[in-house]
């Protein structure tokens, strides 16, 4: 039975899921800077993805092969649709499937989805046998958080424990706490003391404020985690996942080309069909760190092409 967690180094290293953030294009350019051990899609509805709305979500689980082994995450209330979205994403040839049950959205709890799923354990058990079904041999997992308003890694944990995943990332921090606080690492690593004691196979992911791959090592060992999962640190550090890359080191030359390619793939992959404006939010990451870069950034977010980006940076003396 095919089933990559299980061929993963330890401890491993993946790139979080992010709304708008991580779409097939940026996948691949981090997967050409430094590649992490496993990519996550962004979220998409199942109840989307099961109505006349498809095609809309569908360029959300775009992937290409340079991006293998990739997981597309998924999030709903509904076990049928739970059960038809697992299917899809076998049928387009993903590695995994993912759920996403510590999303703190308004609009994605109030849909049922997302961390308000922590509430329900009944409905949990029903959606994880449903996408189950629908995945066939392909691995299901889970993304979460360590508790509702509170740290629930008893029950809440030991909960989804009990239900034979594959694998479970764990983002140190409540619902309720948003992003607000420091992860609480010390709870994750309560939860892998959980599972050593239920004698769980499910592997665990710790997620929450890594800052560099030597600050990921450290959390895994201490914490005893089979793997580190990585969100915002990706702006600060493109090459990330690539050890050997000193982050002191890397030059505004080099990430202003990143941003030319970024630029370039998703002219070529997206063509018009998406607003050329989801690049602003990455002018940060690439456009810093020399004199001038954040007349350059502020210059950039009038954009509307990659033409129009090697413009400004001719502009500025950069190109
Ligand atoms: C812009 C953005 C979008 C996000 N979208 C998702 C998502 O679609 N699914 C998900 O499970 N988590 C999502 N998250 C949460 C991240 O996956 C991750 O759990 C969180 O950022 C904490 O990790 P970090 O401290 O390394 O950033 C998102 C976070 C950000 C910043």
Redesign the pocket.
């Known amino acids: 039975m095919k089933n990559f967690w299980q061929s993963l180094p330890r401890p491993f290293f993946a790139l ?6 991580t779409d097939t294009v940026f996948r691949q350019i981090v997967a050409s800077c430094g590649k992490p051990d496993v990519f996550f899609t ?2 998409v509805s199942c109840e989307g993805l099961c109505s006349p709305g498809r095609d809309r979500l569908l360029p959300k689980l775009k992937f290409s092969e340079k991006e293998r082994p990739v997981v597309a ?1 998924i999030w709903g209330s509904k076990p049928e649709n739970f059960l038809q979205t697992a299917k899809l994403v076998k049928n387009l040839g993903f590695d995994g499937v993912d759920i ?1 049950m ?2 703190p959205d308004r609009s994605v709890m109030k849909a049922g989805g997302g961390g308000v799923m922590i509430k329900d354990p009944v409905l949990v058990k029903e959606v994880i046998l449903a996408a189950k079904e629908g995945a066939g041999e392909l691995p299901l997992s889970v ?1 979460t958080r360590v508790g509702f308003d509170k740290i629930q890694i008893e029950s809440w944990i030991g909960n989804l424990l009990e239900l034979n995943l594959q694998a479970l990332t764990i ?1 140190g921090r409540t619902v309720k706490e948003l ?1 607000k606080v420091p ?1 609480h690492w010390e709870e994750i690593g309560k939860a892998v003391q959980l599972r050593d004691q239920m004698k769980a196979e499910t592997l665990i992911i710790g ?4 800052e560099s791959y030597g600050d990921g090592l450290e959390k895994c060992k201490i914490f005893g985690v089979d793997g580190a ?5 990706i702006f600060d550090n493109l090459w990330f996942f690539d050890s050997r890359v000193d982050p002191q080191k890397i030059t505004s030359e080099n990430q202003l080309k990143v941003l030319l390619e970024h630029a370039k793939l998703f002219e070529d992959t997206w063509g018009n069909s998406k607003n050329f404006a989801i690049l602003k939010k990455f002018f940060k990451a690439y456009v810093r760190g020399f004199k001038g870069a954040s007349k350059l950034r502020e210059s950039l977010m009038e954009t509307r092409s990659l033409q129009e980006i090697k413009e400004q940076l001719l502009r500025a003396g950069q190109l």
Do not use: L, T
């Not at 979080?16 to 953030?21: C, H, I």
């Not at 997620?207 to 890594?210: I, K, R």
């Open positions: 979080a899921p992010m709304d708008d953030v962004e979220f995450q996403n510590g999303c993304k983002h992003s992860a997620n929450g404020d890594v999962m990585i969100g915002r640190g």
